[in-house]
């Protein structure tokens, strides 16, 4: 191995001398929260054998019956569940054997679409079931479920939008809320109208709705009181030893040191010992994952057949599944995942974690208006979640490229992303689901400065009437009916008016995926010039366009993409929910229509939702952001660098060291003062002045 990979385990990290070095974890017991448990049972891991066999290996199946129990007495039960213990996959099909749910379903609902997708899978295969019948599952722009369904997992985001036409959820008998210690916006949402929807069933004698929140850390006693005292069981899980190693001197790269460490380990390690590497994000991921294979091949004959995958939310379903498959043997593989592996899925062979110690998170800053995607540290909480992915089916080692120090000044728990994130949205929901947001039963209130700029955002969009007591308008509810941003709403609302709702289809399902560039560090030049042949000079939004409409035209996509240096999977991804999108049209009864080439249509018709976000050269050859006055810079990705346009609009604003725009589109200061002039009025531009 050259020597610049040949790093001593020993001086770069240091094991972590405490307890839970070696026990992860460990929950008492106490009168309001009975540990369900099955006595000093030896637990050995299970040879090959039907699923039935499995299932009975997991812990919770030993407490099947005490914990149907606590669910029938209790309208509301909090589940405390172990790593490994098989609680989400298990629970609800005890329930559904049992017929707790009687004549409704059972929903359990997911933060990530890929967990909801992947566990559904899972639970059909071991019932013996089609995907789609008995268990299925719902994501964004993807409905695998029938008349028959009993067992549906779901999104949070997507129960959201089930609320919007059913406050009550009637459907359901039962909902899980399932991973709840992420505290995503939706599901701290989907706590608040899921009580309600229980309370409200009670008021009017209906059926009634029961309530299951699982997880397998968080603040218990927070989530019970919010839940009216409800009662808390603590479930013994599989947790096997872990060894946990923290790096000796701060890194200056932590996406080195991953590397580094990769290879150290697939030095020393056996074969079939699998790695999952936590990283922040997709461009992260495939960049590294370029760089794994290119050290591999120089590696063939040496040691273990090396195989990477990536894992990410946009990931299209049939390559996640690539993940979850068995690696063959004498080989070994290694997973470069974002937080999504933190607690959402499982995936077999994993012995190490390598955790980089950061994640990529979105801040609103209601004062700027500006969204801010930065890296930064995670939790102590999530740290410990990750390093128990190594051991969910035997020992393992928890390599952690930063320091004990490091470790010690993070936050014990993550802020709940209500508390951080753009509000618009969640406000838009709420609106439709004719609630008070001011007075809304959340479990942590969110900033007041934040709800107050979201309902100020939805005016400035139409959706709102202040007039009439914050009350939706007629273009509001039909917003509310897209699972977009209400901004990417409002566009493709519009587009019919500018007569190219072909192009803002595309333009918006693009905008739904990750990015869809590959620019490998060793083609750089070739994938520059490749891209070329697509560029707009009117800027990123157009050139988009531009790729859509050559991919859609191709027969061998694959190879096209390899060629031009593009995506397959997130093209592929987009053009799912460009089709997904044009289904919502057309029941809203929008005309499809083109603009051909006549691309101001379709610059006039992004003004329209995005006219927030502009941003005027100034005299100083910087840019300034019309709405909140920040000083931006176009980012080196956009085909705009470096030509300096009077006058542009962004999707958002990337803050590494400076704020950055990303996704700019050169627009005419004229057009703003036609599309919005009442926002115009109050935001002067330099350009229209002289």
């Known amino acids: 191995m050259d020597s610049k990979y040949n790093f001593v385990v020993g001086k770069m990290f240091s094991k972590f001398p405490t307890k839970k070095s070696t026990t992860f974890v460990n929950f008492s017991s106490s009168p309001k929260k009975p540990r369900l448990d099955q006595g000093p049972t030896k637990v050995t891991q299970p040879g090959p054998g039907t699923l039935l066999q499995h299932r009975k290996f997991l812990p919770v199946y030993g407490v099947r019956n005490r914990l149907i129990s606590e669910i029938l007495k209790h309208p509301t039960v909090i589940i405390i569940g172990e790593t490994g213990s098989g609680k989400t996959t298990q629970i609800p099909q005890f329930m559904h ?50 008349e028959r369904t009993k067992l549906k997992y779901l999104t949070d985001g997507m129960l959201l939008r089930e609320a919007m036409l ?40 209906l059926k009634p709705l029961k309530i299951v929140v699982m997880s397998a850390t968080m603040d218990v006693d927070h989530f019970s009181d919010y839940f009216g005292n409800a009662r808390i069981l603590y479930l013994e899980g599989r947790q096997h030893p872990i060894q946990v190693f923290h790096a000796v001197q701060t890194q200056d790269d932590y996406v080195f040191s991953c590397l580094v460490t990769i290879f150290q380990i697939h030095r020393d390690a056996p074969a079939n010992h699998d790695i999952l590497v936590f990283l922040t994000g997709q461009e992260e991921i495939e960049a590294m994952a370029h760089s794994i294979r290119l050290i591999a091949k120089d590696l063939e004959g040496t040691y273990p057949c090396l195989k990477v995958y990536p894992l990410y939310s946009s990931l299209p379903s049939h390559q996640q599944l690539d993940v979850f498959r068995s690696t063959p043997q004498g080989a070994r593989k290694v997973v470069l995942s974002t937080n999504i592996a933190e607690t959402s899925v499982t995936i077999s062979g994993i012995k190490y974690v390598i955790d980089s110690g950061m994640v990529k998170v979105r801040t609103h800053h209601p004062g700027t208006g500006l969204d801010i995607l930065k890296v930064q540290r995670i939790s102590q909480a999530q740290a410990w979640q990750r390093a128990g992915r190594a051991g969910r089916e035997s020992s393992g080692f928890c390599y952690r490229v930063y320091t004990r120090q490091e470790f010690n000044t993070m936050l014990k728990n993550s802020i709940p992303e209500i508390q951080r994130c753009n509000l618009t949205n969640v406000v838009l929901q709420l609106l439709a689901l004719k609630i008070d947001t001011l007075t809304f039963d959340f ?6 400065e934040s709800v107050n700029g979201a309902l100020w955002q939805l005016k400035q969009l139409g959706a709102i009437d202040t007039a009439e007591g ?12 897209l699972p977009l941003d209400p901004r990417f709403s409002k566009i493709l609302l519009s587009a019919e008016v500018y007569g190219c709702l072909e192009e803002i289809l595309s333009i ?10 590959i620019i490998p560090p060793s083609k750089r030049e070739q994938a520059v010039v490749a891209h070329g042949k697509f560029v707009s000079s009117s800027g990123d939004h157009i050139t988009l366009l531009n790729i859509y409409r050559s991919f859609s035209t191709v027969t061998q996509k694959k190879q096209w993409c390899h060629e031009n240096f593009l995506n397959v999977r997130n ?43 502009i941003a005027e050269l100034q005299r100083e050859r910087q840019y300034l952001t019309v709405e909140s006055r920040q000083t931006v810079a176009i980012h080196p990705s956009s085909v705009l660098y470096g030509s300096q346009p009077h006058c542009v609009l962004f999707t958002e604003v990337v803050q590494t060291g400076r704020c950055y725009l990303r996704q700019v589109t050169e627009v005419d200061p004229e057009w703003l003062s036609d599309i919005v002039p009442e926002y115009m009025r109050h935001h002067r531009l330099l350009t ?3």
């Open 508 to 517: 918006v399902a693009l905008l739904s995926s990750e990015s869809v560039f």
């Open 470 to 481: 914050t009350k939706l308008t007629k273009l509001g509810h039909r917003m509310a009916l």
């Open 688 to 690: 229209c002045a002289r």
């Open 97 to 146: 054997e049992v017929r707790l749910a009687r004549d409704g379903i059972i929903g359990i609902t997911q933060p990530r679409r890929v967990a909801a997708i992947t566990l559904a899978q899972r639970v059909s295969q071991e019932m013996n079931s089609d995907l789609g019948a008995t268990v299925g599952y719902s994501v964004r722009f993807e409905d695998v479920t029938s």
């Open 443 to 448: 479990m942590d209130m969110p900033p007041r």
């Open 166 to 205: 059913d406050v009550l959820l009637m459907s359901y008998s039962i909902i899980v809320l399932d991973e709840a210690h992420e505290r995503t916006v939706h599901t701290d949402v989907l706590f608040g109208i899921v009580k309600q929807a229980q309370a409200l069933r009670k008021e009017k004698h």
């Open 571 to 613: 093209l592929q991804y987009a053009s799912e929910v460009r089709s997904q999108l044009a289904e919502l049209c057309q029941r809203c009864k929008l005309r499809i229509s083109s603009c051909g080439q006549n691309m101001d249509q379709v610059r006039k018709c992004l003004v329209t939702g995005l006219f927030m976000n």
